[in-house]
């Protein structure tokens, strides 16, 4: 049975590629850091905490990377863990700089010295390329505009540098924003769902937000992280643009999600005065906060997967609307 291990594997996308894979038979391991109490709550939803084993690694410990990866050679290792909160990175900007950039040349080196035939998978991401604009590829130019931007782009060249150097078989997944009921709280998508959700319930206040206007490419992650495995699959490693090709704003996922739980959102104001209240009942259901903004936005985020599309295969089968309902239904039906 071929072995994968995953750093991350708490993480959402570990969760979901952790239940893709042991449905095709692998033998699944999993890094995780020493945490007071162990966050397995995503492994159990999917109901794979027992079925996975766990390895102590923290990415900031050499020691641990080298250990892990020295007993276990796995065929297959997919580096997700991550400090992967953008507007965080402003605050640990070196932190973010160690997991997200450091921490991958240690991977890369260990598996160099002890296990050059594992297939490796770096999760990059479309916060490299900045504020570029349009429909963007694999030749898009890097240009981030965060720390965790900036700390990606620099695991992306290691990869592709230790591939082109050694003809090791490394492959880095541009992935766009992907969603879902196990997104973390903090991120914009599962803030708003869970906010709404409160409110359908009748308890809690508006959804506080920041950039209304800004566009994401939202995918479903149980249909980004196939993508990861496909890019294993091939011959030889490449880098792979991930994507739905659809740009949404942060104020109509809003209003998807809203709609979902019922709500019928009216627009109040504008600028950092915009708020948005149910027609039928007045509630507020959010409103902007100047707080929330970042000391730099990517505006917009829209891919072109065409290359993914015509290599392995991958097509996204989540749309905006279906991810939007099911997000809001999941949390409005866990709060019930
Ligand atoms: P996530 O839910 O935040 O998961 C991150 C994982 O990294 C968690 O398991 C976390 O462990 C672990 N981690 C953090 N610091 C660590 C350390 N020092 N040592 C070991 N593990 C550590 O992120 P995600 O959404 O699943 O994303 C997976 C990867 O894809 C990340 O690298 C992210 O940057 C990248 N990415 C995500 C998206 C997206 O839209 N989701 C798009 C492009 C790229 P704890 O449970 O202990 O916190
Ligand atoms: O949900 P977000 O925090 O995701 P962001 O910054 O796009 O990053 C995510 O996607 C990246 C791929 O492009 C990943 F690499 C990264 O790890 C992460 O998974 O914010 C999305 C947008 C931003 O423009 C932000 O300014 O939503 C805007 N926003 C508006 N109000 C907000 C809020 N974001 C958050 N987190 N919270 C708000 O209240």
């Given at each position: 049975m071929p072995t994968a291990f995953?750093?991350?594997?708490?993480?959402?996308?570990?969760?979901?590629?952790?239940?893709?894979?042991?449905?095709?038979?692998?033998?699944?391991?999993?890094?995780?850091?020493?945490?007071?109490?162990?966050?397995?709550?995503?492994?159990?939803?999917?109901?794979?905490?027992?079925?996975?084993?766990?390895?102590?690694?923290?990415?900031?410990?050499?020691?641990?990377?080298?250990?892990?990866?020295?007993?276990?050679?796995?065929?297959?290792?997919?580096?997700?863990?991550?400090?992967?909160?953008?507007?965080?990175?402003?605050?640990?900007?070196?932190?973010?700089?160690?997991?997200?950039?450091?921490?991958?040349?240690?991977?890369?080196e260990t598996l160099r010295l002890f296990s050059p035939e594992t297939r490796f998978y770096q999760a990059s991401t479309s916060e490299m390329f900045g504020n570029a604009g349009g429909a963007l590829d694999e030749s898009a130019p890097l240009r981030p505009r965060s720390p965790y931007g900036a700390a990606k782009a620099h695991a992306h060249?290691?990869?592709?540098?230790?591939?082109?150097?050694?003809?090791?078989?490394?492959s880095s997944g541009i992935l766009f924003n992907h969603e879902s009921p196990l997104r973390g709280e903090e991120f914009v998508t599962r803030k708003i769902t869970r906010g709404l959700a409160r409110i359908a319930h009748g308890a809690g206040g508006p959804v506080l937000l920041g950039n209304l206007d800004a566009r994401r490419d939202w995918g479903f992650a149980g249909d980004h992280v196939a993508a990861m495995w496909q890019m294993l699959q091939r011959d030889r490693g490449g880098d792979y643009v991930v994507a739905t090709g659809v740009a949404t704003s942060v104020r109509d996922f809003a209003r998807l999600a809203a709609g979902a739980l019922g709500f019928t959102p009216e627009t109040l104001g504008e600028g950092l005065d915009e708020t948005a209240v149910d027609r039928k009942t007045g509630r507020c259901l959010w409103r902007v906060t100047p707080g929330l903004f970042r000391p730099a936005e990517i505006d917009r985020l829209c891919g072109d997967a065409a290359r993914a599309r015509r290599d392995l295969g991958w097509t996204p089968a989540t749309g905006i609307e279906a991810l939007a309902d099911m997000m809001a239904r999941a949390d409005h039906d866990a709060l019930a």
């Amino acid at each position: 049975m071929p072995t994968a291990f995953i750093t991350g594997i708490t993480g959402q996308d570990g969760a979901y590629l952790a239940r893709f894979l042991l449905a095709r038979g692998y033998v699944v391991h999993g890094g995780m850091r020493r945490v007071s109490q162990p966050r397995l709550a995503r492994l159990e939803r999917l109901g794979i905490a027992d079925r996975v084993h766990l390895h102590e690694c923290d990415l900031l410990d050499l020691a641990s990377i080298q250990r892990v990866l020295r007993d276990l050679r796995p065929d297959e290792l997919y580096n997700l863990a991550a400090q992967s909160h953008v507007a965080t990175s402003w605050e640990v900007p070196s932190l973010t700089a160690r997991v997200n950039a450091l921490a991958v040349g240690d991977i890369l080196e260990t598996l160099r010295l002890f296990s050059p035939e594992t297939r490796f998978y770096q999760a990059s991401t479309s916060e490299m390329f900045g504020n570029a604009g349009g429909a963007l590829d694999e030749s898009a130019p890097l240009r981030p505009r965060s720390p965790y931007g900036a700390a990606k782009a620099h695991a992306h060249h290691l990869t592709v540098n230790y591939r082109e150097s050694w003809g090791m078989h490394l492959s880095s997944g541009i992935l766009f924003n992907h969603e879902s009921p196990l997104r973390g709280e903090e991120f914009v998508t599962r803030k708003i769902t869970r906010g709404l959700a409160r409110i359908a319930h009748g308890a809690g206040g508006p959804v506080l937000l920041g950039n209304l206007d800004a566009r994401r490419d939202w995918g479903f992650a149980g249909d980004h992280v196939a993508a990861m495995w496909q890019m294993l699959q091939r011959d030889r490693g490449g880098d792979y643009v991930v994507a739905t090709g659809v740009a949404t704003s942060v104020r109509d996922f809003a209003r998807l999600a809203a709609g979902a739980l019922g709500f019928t959102p009216e627009t109040l104001g504008e600028g950092l005065d915009e708020t948005a209240v149910d027609r039928k009942t007045g509630r507020c259901l959010w409103r902007v906060t100047p707080g929330l903004f970042r000391p730099a936005e990517i505006d917009r985020l829209c891919g072109d997967a065409a290359r993914a599309r015509r290599d392995l295969g991958w097509t996204p089968a989540t749309g905006i609307e279906a991810l939007a309902d099911m997000m809001a239904r999941a949390d409005h039906d866990a709060l019930a």
